[in-house]
Nanobody
Framework: QVQLVESGGGSVQAGGSLRLSCAAS????????MGWFRQAPGKEREFVAA????????RYADSVKGRFTISRDTAKNTMYLQMNILKPEDTAVYYC????????????????WGQGTQVTVSS
């Protein structure tokens, strides 16, 4: 498994931007598919984005397409989520996750999870 630590959350006004980071340690970071999930109060955890181990393939939830960009820097063992044009409905705790395949990660079945970072968007 790999240990994951998120950072970069905070409070912004609608229309603003934030960049989340997910630092990985432990087993080889580059061999895993990585992803982001979020969970708002009273709601189920939902898929946000995923990225292949090469970084060449990305996948997004419809609700964030065109606004969020997922990327990874294997040399730094870090994954990012650039969030632009933020909306109040983006308010949630954001979690990063790692797994052996895109199907597994997108299904929320990744073997490693971070502790989460809070994102709050005010109107």
């Amino acid at each position: 498994q790999v240990q994951l630590v998120e950072s970069g959350g905070g409070s912004v006004q609608a229309g603003g931007s934030l960049r989340l980071s997910c630092a990985a340690s432990g087993r080889t970071f580059g061999s895993y598919v990585m992803g982001w999930f979020r969970q708002a109060p009273g709601k189920e955890r939902e898929f946000v984005a995923a990225i292949s181990w090469t970084g060449s393939i990305t996948r997004y939830a419809d609700s964030v397409k065109g606004r969020f960009t997922i990327s990874r820097d294997t040399a730094k063992n870090t994954m990012y989520l650039q969030m632009n044009i933020l909306k109040p409905e983006d308010t949630a705790v954001y979690y990063c996750t790692a797994g052996p395949s895109a199907v597994v990660v997108a299904a929320g079945q990744g073997h490693s999870w971070g502790q989460g970072t809070q994102v709050t968007v005010s109107s």
